[in-house]
């Protein structure tokens, strides 16, 4: 079924080769196992290392390759925890909001990486948060069944109780296993100036939030809606060798939207059971299984897809600044930050 679900990819989109990203810098000091990464400018990469207690939050300057400032991990004013995804947006020129889903605590953070405020929300029940611009706030709930996203005022680093709009689960036919279980709704979520995007880790789906409150996707090339995970014994995330892997990331310019697309399952007990006890393997397999290589781009305006392009290294994550793309990724058994130049 796998190598069927490969073979229909292979003819439904033709990925360019890597001629339209020239790579003009890697960067591999001082990070070890990254979750994700955030340009705040060219060549001022955000890395979040949970595996790294005295960093788990660091600023790098890619050309002189040093880092310019980090946090350490725990619970104090500005720190992070060392599990669950962390989500980063602008609030203006001078300000960014990092959130820590295994907290549900939204930080503000200056361009030094100095730590300002926590956000304040009454709602409980939100468990992430990203800022579409300085006013408003598009936020996913915990446990919750009915509700995709909603879009709420930013006010005073105060996430309000008015909901301006409310996303819910039954607005798109794939967005309904959301109801059934509230653990299929997870993905990466983005801003820019005038859009928001939420995408789904097991799902094609990707939703785009504009800032006047209009709700739409973009035209994705595959479509595989989210599955739908039966309670047993508890709620559970779907199982990566039955369902397929959709967008692990996202990322924006002025013209053009980049997802950086899997489509692949992970089947890992015939792996365990061929390797034996060769521990270092299995995490290296464990580990690739989560990057990628296609990156699917779509024109911004429209939603429209215009083509796919092959990274010459996959990756797990992704971020743009100005002319240049940066990919998180996994090269012989480490991380690495490489930097292209697009000229799409």
Not at 134 to 140: C, E, F, G, L
Not at 253 to 265: A, C, I, P, R
């Given at each position: 079924?796998?190598?069927?679900?490969?073979?229909?990819?292979?003819?439904?989109?033709?990925?360019?080769?890597?001629?339209?990203?020239?790579?003009?810098l890697?960067?591999?000091d001082?990070?070890?196992?990254?979750?994700?990464?955030?340009?705040?400018?060219?060549?001022?990469i955000?890395?979040?290392d949970?595996?790294?207690?005295?960093?788990?939050?660091?600023m790098?300057?890619l050309?002189?390759?040093t880092?310019?400032?980090?946090?350490?991990?725990?619970?104090?004013?500005?720190?992070?925890?060392?599990?669950?995804?962390?989500?980063?947006?602008?609030?203006?020129?001078?300000?960014?909001l990092?959130?820590?889903?295994?907290?549900?605590?939204?930080?503000?953070?200056?361009?030094?990486l100095?730590?300002v405020?926590?956000?304040?929300?009454?709602?409980?029940?939100?468990?992430?948060?990203?800022?579409?611009?300085?006013?408003?706030?598009?936020?996913?709930?915990?446990?919750?069944?009915?509700t995709?996203?909603?879009?709420?005022r930013?006010?005073?680093?105060?996430?309000?109780?008015?909901?301006?709009?409310?996303i819910?689960?039954?607005?798109?036919?794939?967005?309904?296993?959301?109801s059934?279980?509230?653990?299929?709704?997870?993905?990466?979520?983005?801003?820019?100036?005038?859009?928001?995007?939420?995408?789904?880790?097991?799902?094609?789906?990707?939703l785009?939030?504009?800032?006047?409150?209009?709700?739409?996707?973009?035209?994705?090339?595959?479509?595989?809606?989210?599955?739908?995970?039966?309670y047993?014994?508890?709620?559970?995330?779907?199982?990566?060798?039955?369902?397929?892997?959709?967008?692990?990331?996202i990322?924006t310019d002025d013209k053009?939207?980049?997802?950086?697309?899997?489509?692949?399952?992970?089947?890992?007990?015939?792996?365990?059971?061929?390797?034996?006890?060769?521990?270092?393997?299995?995490?290296?397999?464990?580990?690739?299984?989560?990057?990628?290589?296609?990156?699917?781009?779509?024109?911004?305006?429209?939603?429209?897809?215009?083509?796919?392009?092959?990274?010459?290294?996959?990756a797990?994550?992704?971020?743009?600044?100005?002319?240049?793309?940066?990919?998180l990724?996994?090269?012989?058994?480490?991380?690495?930050?490489?930097?292209?130049?697009?000229?799409?």
């Amino acid at each position: 079924m796998r190598l069927l679900l490969l073979i229909f990819l292979s003819l439904v989109i033709h990925p360019a080769n890597g001629q339209e990203l020239k790579k003009t810098l890697v960067y591999q000091d001082n990070i070890y196992s990254p979750t994700n990464i955030y340009a705040l400018n060219e060549d001022t990469i955000i890395v979040v290392d949970l595996s790294n207690r005295d960093a788990v939050l660091s600023m790098h300057d890619l050309k002189s390759k040093t880092v310019i400032a980090s946090h350490r991990a725990g619970r104090g004013p500005g720190e992070l925890s060392q599990k669950g995804r962390k989500l980063i947006s602008n609030i203006n020129n001078n300000l960014f909001l990092l959130w820590d889903n295994n907290q549900r605590k939204g930080m503000v953070y200056d361009r030094n990486l100095t730590y300002v405020t926590d956000i304040r929300y009454n709602d409980r029940s939100i468990s992430s948060a990203v800022i579409l611009n300085d006013s408003i706030a598009v936020v996913r709930k915990f446990y919750n069944f009915e509700t995709a996203a909603e879009i709420r005022r930013f006010n005073n680093n105060n996430i309000v109780d008015k909901v301006l709009l409310k996303i819910d689960t039954d607005y798109y036919n794939s967005l309904k296993p959301i109801s059934i279980n509230f653990m299929v709704d997870q993905g990466p979520m983005i801003t820019d100036t005038d859009k928001a995007y939420i995408g789904y880790f097991y799902s094609t789906l990707v939703l785009t939030i504009s800032s006047n409150g209009t709700v739409d996707t973009l035209k994705t090339p595959n479509s595989f809606i989210l599955p739908t995970v039966e309670y047993d014994d508890g709620y559970s995330a779907p199982d990566h060798a039955i369902s397929p892997e959709g967008t692990l990331s996202i990322a924006t310019d002025d013209k053009y939207v980049y997802v950086l697309f899997s489509g692949k399952k992970f089947e890992i007990k015939p792996f365990m059971m061929a390797v034996k006890t060769i521990t270092g393997k299995i995490a290296d397999e464990i580990e690739k299984s989560d990057n990628t290589t296609e990156l699917q781009i779509f024109d911004k305006r429209t939603g429209n897809y215009i083509k796919s392009i092959e990274l010459p290294e996959m990756a797990k994550d992704i971020t743009v600044s100005g002319n240049y793309l940066y990919a998180l990724s996994y090269v012989d058994g480490f991380y690495k930050i490489i930097k292209y130049e697009l000229s799409l």
